[in-house]
């Protein structure tokens, strides 16, 4: 460890013009190597983060579920987790409780229990474990949480079927059994929401009038920074700050893509036009707010049920929500693996980016827990029993690897959350439908 001249507290940021505030990673500089009180050390342990990601429509148990052996032998569907194969679990054996179908698909995948059937405003779910790890993880982060989506249903009132708000399909997370967390869709407002730019419209639209970067902004504090720090920080910092950088690069070129499609509808400034250059930004924005520790919970759906995406990048010209429904056809079938295939790679490639991200003495992989999956199985079918779930993740060491968790089928999705909560220090037990707890640790 290098003894540098200055000890930073976890929570410096690099402000610069129009409100920009940038978190940093954790620097030596963080940990003085001769700490003596209990706030010196603390900045010194890993710290837990979690995430929930969700996609739409299912998987089929068949191709998802691994060899019957508790050390975890990988099926096909998931080749591409060989390299990370001793840093995820396969939990199997989940189901949900049945009631509508897709509407509440969703709307139960991260509490286990019950939806009031409502096409009113009145609605009734439960809080959900994100919003439970936000309890004991975000007090002292800029951001309690992040809420992602890719699509949603917001402009479709009332119902969306069966009698079910259309609140129930467009988000994951319920800070209370009342309140659900909207989703924010553009990666351009989720980059300023991070990095503090909480000027007013007209000052926002002024700096990009200027085209001046956030790191334009903080050029002045960064340099000041840079020369206080040891050659580690330094090269850290340098790091942080280039992928920062691109990151923005990137958000801005697809929003003049969009802008230069003349034959899409309008849509905010920094949503892109291109399915996978959306997920992959939204997972980049995740690795960079773990990052600088602006929070350490995040939700985010890459689609609605009955979702409307195609992916013909992947040859698959129809939509997930229709392939789903592939009534045993072998060329349906082809394609309803394909998508999964292709989602399951998205992450893959999140996952290995957290995996190589430094954080401490260990990774931003080995500090966090990223539990993946569905809210069904089988789409054809909209079957609620053998749910796919994925954890990836050490959860600063309380969780490990390479494991296949087969629980007895049907398990209550419940008895994870209760699991779930174990690995943050939180008592879930005797939630709704829950009759005991994947053991995670």
């Known amino acids: 460890m290098i003894v540098t001249r200055k000890h930073l507290s976890r929570r410096t940021v690099l402000r610069g013009a129009l409100g920009v505030a940038v978190g940093l990673p954790l620097l030596d500089a963080m940990v003085p190597a001769l700490a003596q009180t209990a706030s010196e050390r603390s900045a010194a342990r890993p710290q837990l983060r979690f995430g929930a990601i969700y996609v739409p429509n299912g998987i089929r148990d068949e191709i998802f579920r691994p060899g019957p052996s508790e050390k975890l032998e990988l099926p096909p569907l998931l080749a591409r987790f060989e390299t990370l194969r001793d ?16 509407h509440s698909a969703t709307s139960l995948w991260l509490h286990g229990g019950s939806i009031k059937k409502t096409e009113g405003a009145d609605v009734r779910a439960a809080k959900t474990i994100d919003q439970h790890f936000v309890d004991v993880l975000g007090g002292d982060t800029a951001l309690p949480s992040l809420e992602l989506g890719i699509e949603d249903m917001s402009g479709s009132p009332g119902s969306c079927a069966y009698g079910f708000s259309c609140i129930y399909m467009n988000t994951l997370s319920w800070r209370t059994p ?13 980059f300023e ?31 000041k920074l ?3 720090l040891g050659p580690s920080d330094r090269a850290t910092l ?28 309008a849509a905010p400034t920094g949503v892109p036009s291109d399915y996978e250059e959306h997920v992959r930004l939204m997972y980049d924005l995740v690795v960079l707010a773990f990052r600088a520790d602006v929070t350490r919970v995040f939700t985010f759906m ?13 040859g698959v010209a129809e939509s997930h929500h229709i392939v789903s429904h592939h009534q045993n056809h072998p060329t349906q079938l082809e394609k309803y693996a394909k998508i999964n295939a292709y989602q399951l790679g998205l992450f893959a490639d999140f996952v290995e980016k957290l995996r190589d991200t430094p954080d401490g003495d260990g990774s931003l992989l080995d500090h966090s827990l990223i539990l993946y999956g569905s809210g069904m199985s089988e789409g054809n079918k909209h079957d609620r029993s053998r749910l796919p779930i994925l954890l990836a993740g050490g959860a600063a060491g309380r969780v490990a690897g390479g494991r296949h968790i087969a629980m007895p089928d049907p398990t209550p999705i419940a008895n994870l959350m209760v699991g779930l909560g174990e690995v943050g220090g939180i ?15």
């Open 427 to 441: 008592d879930l037990e005797g939630i709704e439908n829950s009759t005991g707890r994947v053991a995670l640790i």
């Open 238 to 265: 340098d790091d942080y700050l280039d992928n920062l950088r691109e990151l923005e690069r990137r958000i801005e070129l697809a929003g003049r893509r969009l802008d230069d499609e003349a034959d899409l509808p």
């Open 178 to 190: 009342t309140s659900p967390l909207p989703m924010e869709l553009n990666p351009q407002a989720v």
């Open 226 to 228: 840079r020369g206080e």
């Open 193 to 223: 929401r991070l990095f503090g730019e909480s000027g007013t419209p007209a000052q926002r639209a002024e700096r990009r009038a200027a085209k001046r970067s956030v790191l334009d902004s903080i050029k002045e504090a960064a340099a």
């Open 87 to 102: 840093r995820i679990n396969v939990v199997t054996g989940l189901a949900a409780a049945p009631q509508s179908e897709h």
């Open 302 to 314: 890459k689609g609605v049920e009955a979702s409307a995406i195609n992916f013909p990048q992947i």
